[in-house]
């Protein structure tokens, strides 16, 4: 479904040149992706395609952070540098090509090291919603890790190498109210209809044309009523009201065939799950302050709705799947739902205005807009708390985890372990592997390897193949690998800044040789 026609010809023009994406995550999400500020550390090749993942679907601005010149070498595996920018600062002329794929975009570039803004303008990353770092250098990671962590600033740190790449997000807390299940269920209060829907219920004759809804709901509270009121609660017990539905039918009656099928996906809907109820008993939920952001506020909100007037039950979202059925009918039964929605939602959106009176903040901090959205989504919000990264480097850190996946068959855990070598070798030569041997560092970063096992209190061992691969492109990027890489950064941009879908969690590895990907919790 496309967005609603908009209301002046500029919003138009937009609407039609971002359509597809904004059937992906709405004008909401389109806004606060227009909104976003997105800082680079370092243009290369991966750095650059990150870039434009989020360029083309329109981000507010982006601003590069790069001290190097352009080389040849660049050249050859960026796209957005020519034999013409050799020479020029890598940073300007690659915010310049990036600029020309989206007029809407805002670009800007620092001339300068990262280490000289971490330890003369730590405040300088405020302005950005997220940080991506490609190639940096392992004191590099844990300084930026740590200042990034005490502003809540999320973080991406990235390496394309060979064939093989890796990405690793930090975010110390991040809310998501549009989680986008795969599996979605629609909540249709059958087990605890409220006034409304029994009033249209009881008034509603049971025909070919109404809606499915309809004839499941009068034909289970007809099961119900033979079965001491009780709801079915095992498969048997669905089944026999399959059974009831089909000895209403008179011939092919296709709203009946859909609530025949409907019967096994349509009960449970109103309980809070065990996610949402550890949200709502999450101490930034109970005791909110004048730090709280507007979702906690709004997650206050929701649970005092499901204390007192949702008695258990969560707000009604108000939505309602297609059925087959007379429009008239549908249209009715779709209202009926939408009227109790729009009723709770008041009823929550009170109470955050209350809430927000009483800690003193702006009123217009959180819309009746937002909270429609937050309750419509109340079943599936979430809050991601990450690791930080600087974390990593300390002995002992996550070992199980590691162990375990070194003992997985074809797991890439080796490759991450090789990769971390890597960084270890740039501290400690000075240089890249393989950049003038692949042999001499080859062993190299085998016994740096080794040496990161045994702190860990691993016993395991690193291919002498996996070693050699990472030596042999002498630290050069392949443009395939690293496009594969920046597209898929850039979706976790896109969902961190939008606040919708689940970020990863937290570390994604890539070998393209084999077109093998994995994610690790690290």
Same mark, same amino acid.
């Given at each position: 479904?496309?967005?609603?026609?908009?209301?002046?010809? %500029?919003?138009?023009?937009?609407?039609?040149?971002?359509?597809?994406?904004?059937?992906?995550?709405?004008?909401?999400?389109?806004?606060?992706?227009?909104?976003?500020?997105?800082?680079?550390?370092?243009?290369?090749?991966?750095?650059?395609?990150?870039?434009?993942?989020?360029?083309?679907?329109?981000?507010?601005?982006? !601003?590069?952070?790069?001290?190097?010149?352009?080389?040849?070498?660049?050249?050859?595996?960026?796209?957005?540098?020519?034999?013409?920018?050799?020479?020029?600062?890598?940073?300007?002329?690659?915010?310049?090509?990036?600029?020309?794929?989206?007029?809407?975009?805002?670009?800007?570039?620092?001339?300068?090291?990262?280490?000289?803004?971490?330890?003369?303008?730590?405040?300088?990353?405020?302005?950005?919603?997220?940080?991506?770092?490609?190639?940096?250098?392992?004191?590099?990671?844990?300084?930026?890790?740590?200042?990034?962590?005490?502003?809540?600033?999320?973080?991406?740190?990235?390496?394309?190498?060979?064939?093989?790449?890796?990405?690793?997000?930090?975010?110390?807390?991040?809310?998501?109210?549009?989680?986008?299940?795969?599996?979605?269920? !629609?909540?249709?209060?059958?087990?605890?209809?409220?006034?409304?829907?029994?009033?249209?219920?009881? %008034?509603?004759?049971?025909?070919?044309?109404? /809606?499915?809804?309809?004839?499941?709901? +009068?034909?289970?509270? %007809?099961?119900?009523?033979?079965?001491?009121?009780?709801?079915?609660?095992?498969?048997?017990?669905?089944?026999?009201?399959?059974?009831?539905?089909?000895?209403?039918?008179?011939?092919?009656?296709?709203?009946? %065939?859909?609530?025949?099928?409907?019967?096994?996906?349509?009960?449970?809907?109103?309980?809070?799950?065990?996610?949402?109820?550890?949200?709502?008993?999450?101490?930034?939920? @109970?005791?909110?302050?004048?730090?709280?952001?507007?979702?906690?506020?709004?997650?206050?909100?929701? +649970?005092?709705?499901?204390?007192?007037?949702?008695?258990?039950?969560? /707000?009604?979202?108000?939505?309602?799947?297609?059925?087959?059925?007379?429009?008239?009918?549908?249209?009715?039964?779709?209202?009926?739902?939408?009227?109790?929605?729009?009723?709770?939602?008041?009823?929550?959106?009170?109470?955050?205005?209350?809430?927000?009176?009483?800690?003193?903040?702006?009123?217009?901090?959180?819309?009746?807009?937002?909270?429609?959205?937050?309750?419509?989504?109340?079943?599936?919000?979430?809050?991601?708390?990450?690791?930080?990264?600087?974390?990593?480097?300390?002995?002992?850190?996550?070992?199980?985890?590691?162990?375990?996946?070194?003992?997985?068959?074809?797991?890439?855990?080796?490759?991450?372990?090789?990769?971390?070598?890597?960084?270890?070798?740039?501290?400690?030569?000075?240089?890249? /592997?393989?950049?003038?041997?692949?042999?001499?560092?080859?062993?190299?970063?085998?016994?740096?390897?080794?040496?990161?096992?045994?702190?860990?209190?691993?016993?395991?061992?690193?291919?002498?193949?996996?070693?050699?691969?990472?030596?042999?492109?002498?630290?050069?990027?392949?443009?395939?690998?690293?496009?594969?890489?920046?597209?898929?950064?850039?979706?976790?941009?896109?969902?961190? @800044?939008?606040?919708?879908?689940?970020?990863?969690?937290?570390?994604?590895?890539?070998?393209?040789?084999?077109?093998?990907?994995? @994610?690790?919790?690290?």
């Amino acid at each position: 479904m496309s967005s609603p026609a908009p209301k002046s010809p %500029e919003l138009s023009d937009k609407s039609r040149k971002y359509d597809r994406q904004i059937r992906l995550w709405g004008e909401h999400g389109q806004t606060l992706l227009e909104n976003a500020q997105i800082c680079l550390i370092n243009a290369t090749a991966l750095g650059a395609e990150v870039l434009k993942g989020v360029v083309l679907p329109g981000i507010g601005g982006f !601003t590069i952070v790069d001290h190097l010149m352009v080389t040849e070498e660049d050249v050859g595996c960026n796209f957005f540098l020519d034999l013409g920018s050799v020479g020029q600062p890598r940073a300007k002329r690659c915010m310049q090509l990036l600029r020309e794929l989206n007029p809407d975009v805002n670009g800007d570039y620092i001339d300068e090291h990262v280490e000289q803004l971490i330890e003369n303008q730590p405040d300088f990353f405020r302005s950005f919603d997220v940080i991506v770092a490609t190639s940096i250098s392992e004191r590099t990671i844990v300084r930026l890790s740590n200042v990034l962590w005490e502003q809540s600033i999320p973080l991406i740190v990235a390496r394309s190498i060979g064939f093989y790449g890796v990405a690793r997000l930090q975010v110390r807390e991040h809310c998501v109210v549009e989680m986008h299940p795969d599996n979605k269920q !629609t909540d249709l209060r059958l087990e605890h209809p409220f006034e409304g829907l029994r009033k249209h219920m009881d %008034e509603t004759e049971l025909t070919s044309k109404v /809606p499915w809804l309809v004839v499941l709901y +009068k034909v289970l509270y %007809e099961w119900v009523a033979a079965h001491d009121d009780r709801f079915p609660a095992n498969y048997r017990e669905k089944y026999e009201v399959r059974e009831l539905i089909e000895t209403k039918m008179s011939g092919e009656q296709e709203n009946f %065939e859909e609530a025949i099928k409907a019967v096994n996906s349509s009960f449970g809907g109103g309980k809070p799950s065990s996610a949402v109820m550890e949200i709502l008993e999450d101490n930034r939920c @109970v005791n909110i302050n004048k730090e709280s952001n507007s979702f906690w506020i709004m997650a206050r909100a929701l +649970k005092d709705f499901v204390n007192n007037e949702g008695k258990g039950l969560l /707000p009604v979202p108000g939505v309602l799947p297609d059925m087959t059925a007379d429009t008239i009918s549908y249209i009715k039964l779709q209202n009926v739902y939408r009227s109790q929605a729009a009723h709770d939602a008041e009823i929550v959106f009170r109470r955050a205005r209350q809430l927000l009176k009483e800690l003193n903040k702006p009123n217009d901090l959180i819309t009746e807009k937002d909270v429609r959205l937050f309750c419509r989504e109340a079943a599936n919000i979430a809050v991601v708390r990450g690791s930080k990264i600087a974390d990593e480097f300390e002995k002992g850190h996550r070992a199980p985890n590691i162990a375990s996946g070194l003992e997985t068959p074809n797991s890439l855990m080796a490759h991450y372990l090789v990769l971390r070598a890597l960084d270890r070798f740039q501290a400690e030569y000075g240089c890249v /592997p393989g950049e003038s041997e692949a042999e001499s560092d080859t062993s190299r970063i085998k016994s740096l390897a080794g040496k990161m096992l045994s702190e860990l209190g691993i016993g395991a061992l690193i291919s002498d193949d996996l070693v050699y691969e990472i030596c042999r492109y002498g630290g050069a990027e392949i443009h395939s690998i690293s496009g594969y890489m920046g597209g898929c950064i850039a979706h976790e941009l896109i969902k961190l @800044v939008t606040k919708q879908y689940r970020p990863l969690d937290n570390t994604f590895i890539y070998d393209g040789s084999t077109s093998q990907t994995e @994610v690790f919790k690290l």
